[in-house]
């Protein structure tokens, strides 16, 4: 029970502000600020100093860019996994 007061009001505090901060970034977002374009096609792959790279082309852009792995999992996980379905073969 001691503790339960100043945990309680730190997370509030911190909980608090990272709302504000979630809120001002979904403000952003909706307002079209910050926004990536969406991919259009993954064109392939590169490894880097051991990372693992996309090629993406995106919407309404005619350069294609090199995009982390890891980053592409993670907001657009379906584009990934299609890319893979298309390419992969097992023997």
């Known amino acids: ?18 709302e ?3 809120d ?9 600020v910050d926004v990536e374009p969406e991919p259009e096609n993954f064109l392939g792959v590169a490894i880097d100093k ?3 790279w996309f090629l993406i082309k995106f919407k309404g852009k005619d350069e294609v860019e090199l995009v982390r792995s890891k980053k592409a999992n993670i907001k657009w996980p379906q584009k990934v996994i ?7 073969v097992f023997h």
């Open 24 to 32: 001002g970034q979904e403000e952003s977002n909706a307002s079209g």
């Open 50 to 52: 051991g990372k693992l």
């Open 82 to 88: 299609k890319f893979y379905e298309e390419r992969l």
């Open 1 to 18: 029970m001691r503790q339960e007061p100043p945990n309680t009001g730190a997370n509030e505090g911190s909980s608090s502000s990272e």
């Open 20 to 22: 504000k901060e979630v």
